[in-house]
């Protein structure tokens, strides 16, 4: 029978479910109200829309490169506790996720969640473990003339992709120099690869930080700017990844480190991007 925009608006008024699910179940039930309210719930689509408003702080970061290595996935997928993230069900569906994911190159999270069998996917599993389930964020990463690589750190709650451009050969050593700068980016979580991409408005906020602080300190006027200047180089220095110092060897930072590598091997390898993903920030 032919189910009318008013009543799959009246089925979704009362339940909460989105629209397509709404116009599914009443067509399942025949145009059946009350069966359609039952189908929604046995699905867990009402119940996804009543938990909407609860925090889904934990869940798995989770990461694929393709064959050529030069395109990888990152994609965070959440839920509420713990105990679901470690969950069979869950690291099945995060790995069905990925799978869509390089099957198919999604331009949102909502044009991935609104396709009927992701939905579907989505709505059996919040209906079997009872909480909310999303799929949070997810990012494509290419270097069309460089090569990829990513790091999950150990419990899937932290992830990282970096590009590199300028790569005419994949070798060993490159493998190792890239999956060591994708550790550091996890481990020291820096907000840019270089100084130059530091938005301005939070290096005059720094900047009015530490002229704030000087005066306080009693610094003359006349050298607020250069004691401040001095101190935004520190702060590129612990946050711009090219500029920190490398982890595994605290003599070099990593600029040095990639110009050591393209020396040795006669190369311009430049590092051109990193993605980090965190649990963590879902927190904030």
């Known amino acids: 029978m032919?189910?009318?925009?008013?009543?799959?608006?009246?089925?979704?008024?009362?339940t909460g479910a989105g629209m397509i699910d709404c116009k599914k179940a009443l067509e399942e039930a025949n145009g059946d109200f009350e069966k359609a309210v039952e189908i929604l719930r046995k699905k867990g689509a009402a119940v996804a829309a009543k938990r909407a408003d609860r925090e889904a702080k934990e869940g798995i970061i989770a990461s694929y490169i393709f064959e050529d290595?030069?395109?990888?996935i990152i994609v965070e997928t959440n839920c509420e506790t713990d105990f679901v993230a470690r969950s069979d069900d869950f690291k099945a569906?995060?790995?069905y996720v990925i799978n869509k994911l390089k099957s198919k190159e999604y331009s949102s999270v909502e044009e991935f969640t609104s396709e009927p069998e992701n939905a579907e996917k989505l709505n059996d599993?919040?209906?079997?473990?009872?909480e909310k389930i999303s799929v949070t964020r997810f990012e494509y990463v290419k270097a069309e003339n460089g090569y990829v690589t990513t790091y999950i750190h150990t419990g899937s709650r932290l992830g990282v992709i970096v590009a590199f451009d300028n790569v005419a050969n994949v070798d060993q050593d490159l493998e190792v120099m890239a999956k060591d700068i994708a550790m550091q980016a996890a481990a020291m979580n820096p907000i840019s690869v270089s100084r130059e991409e530091v938005p301005q408005e939070v290096i005059d906020?720094?900047?009015?930080?530490?002229?704030?602080?000087?005066?306080?300190?009693?610094?003359?006027?006349?050298?607020?700017?250069?004691?401040?200047?001095?101190?935004?180089?520190?702060?590129?220095?612990e946050n711009c990844l090219l500029e920190q110092t490398?982890?595994?060897?605290?003599t070099k930072n990593v600029k040095q480190l990639i110009d050591e590598y393209n020396k040795v091997h006669n190369s311009d390898v430049k590092l051109v991007k990193f993605v980090r993903y965190d649990l963590k920030d879902a927190k904030k």
Not at 4 to 11: I, M, T, Y
Not at 218 to 228: Q, T, W, Y
Not at 246 to 250: A, E, L, P, S, Y
């Open 2 to 14: 032919a189910i009318s925009a008013s009543d799959v608006k009246a089925l979704r008024d009362q």
């Open 205 to 237: 906020k720094e900047i009015e930080i530490y002229k704030e602080l000087l005066r306080k300190e009693g610094k003359p006027e006349n050298m607020l700017d250069k004691i401040a200047q001095g101190k935004l180089n520190k702060y590129f220095q």
């Open 69 to 72: 290595k030069k395109k990888a």
């Open 246 to 250: 490398f982890v595994k060897d605290n």
């Open 125 to 130: 599993l919040l209906a079997k473990c009872g």
């Open 93 to 95: 569906f995060s790995e």
